[in-house]
């Protein structure tokens, strides 16, 4: 047997490659996982963006110092075991390379979930690490595992943010949220997090290209193009979530917003217009704070448990999805890519931002592919 890998190149994103390798014995207590398909979108692209910061390249390492695999989120079935507590055939959901398949080395089980022990993985934030085993998962169903790969991720990210937010007042600027990169998927599920409390402005900053997109979505009060920060009220007490990590606008908006409480950091989707190096600091007003999702779902499962933190996520990704599926007016509408060159081109229009914010793409390394 051989596996696909997709690679990137950490110094320069747009250059791809694919390798393919042959498959080594399992050792022991390991499980070989094929990969059916796998969500592509500008999250992945934060990854590689923040691959050498935050680990993301040690997840998958590629053995040659220059490239990367850069993680997503999908589903994959066990083709070989040799674990006594994991059965070929299994499906599990999580991180995963792009590639056709993987190793695990599983060390804790669960009846609900895998924990990948890799020797590579020992330091990584441990919510990574975790496989959830779909005949036992309460968020998975059968016909749903597309949009489960494209949003799953995302809007956990996004309800943690509401909650960060909301379990810290708001820093006092609770009057008005606003967002970057508005038509993003991550963007748009903190901004229905947000609505839902009722008291909070959640003001959108988006393209002129993605204003109609952002304003159908009905869960924002205002959206805003990047040439209208005037229009914003300079003196409110407000948060800025930064989806789009562009240097210039975080700089634009701490100047204009003499009211801005907190200054948040999620994604890169503008990664050809990332901030300097040591730019925060001379930022005025509040500095710049990357958000890190799983230091909030360690505080809140220590204080909540973790069956009621479960408990909560499910409502709330239910409710999402719910609206975000709506058969009269869906915000997501599902594409299917299998093979390099198609994975290629959909990279790559994730890492220059193009595209229709409506399309989810769903992409396979698998020959056997449907």
């Not at 696909?4 to 747009?14: I, Y």
């Not at 409110?236 to 950091?265: C, K, Q, T, W």
């Amino acid at each position: 047997m051989s596996t696909l890998e997709f690679l990137v190149r950490k110094s320069d994103l747009a250059d791809t490659r694919v390798r393919e390798r042959d498959d080594a014995p399992l050792a022991p207590g390991q499980a070989r996982v094929g990969i059916d398909a796998f969500a592509l979108t500008a999250n992945n692209v934060t990854y590689a963006a923040f691959g050498e910061s935050m680990s993301y390249w040690q997840f998958f390492p590629s053995d040659e110092p220059e490239w990367g695999s850069v993680p997503v989120w999908g589903f994959g079935q066990v083709l070989q075991s040799t674990h006594p507590g994991v059965a070929v055939g299994e499906r599990l959901y999580g991180f995963f390379p792009m590639a056709s398949q993987v190793v695990l080395t599983p060390g804790k089980l669960a009846p609900e979930r895998i924990a990948d022990a890799s020797p590579h993985r020992a330091e990584l934030p441990a919510v990574y690490n975790q496989y959830f085993r779909c005949a036992a998962d309460p968020l998975y169903t059968a016909d749903s595992e597309d949009v489960q790969a494209l949003l799953r991720p995302l809007f956990i990210t996004s309800w943690l943010i509401d909650d960060f937010l909301g379990d810290n007042d708001f820093f006092g600027g609770k009057a008005v949220a606003v967002l970057s990169s508005a038509s993003s998927k991550t963007a748009y599920g903190t901004a229905f997090a947000l609505a839902q409390r009722g008291d909070v402005a959640v003001v959108g900053l988006t393209s002129e290209a993605n204003r109609a997109f952002c304003e159908s979505l009905g869960c924002y009060t205002r959206v805003l193009g990047y040439n209208e920060l005037d229009r914003l009220d300079a003196q409110a007490p407000s948060v800025y979530i930064d989806f789009a990590g562009n240097g210039e606008l975080r700089r634009a908006l701490h100047e204009r917003l003499g009211g801005l409480r907190y200054s948040m950091v999620i994604g890169n989707t503008h990664v050809d217009q990332r901030a300097p190096q040591g730019e925060a600091k001379s930022l005025p007003g509040p500095r710049p704070t990357f958000f890190f999702a799983p230091a909030q779902i360690k505080k809140r499962t220590g204080e909540w448990g973790a069956e009621a933190f479960g408990q909560r996520l499910a409502q709330a990704w239910r409710d999402f999805t719910a609206r975000a599926t709506d058969e009269a007016a869906p915000w997501l509408r599902v594409a299917h890519h299998r093979g390099p060159e198609a994975i290629r081109a959909v990279w790559l229009d994730a890492l220059q931002g193009r595209g229709d914010p409506r399309t989810g793409h769903i992409v396979s390394l698998k020959a056997d592919a449907a």
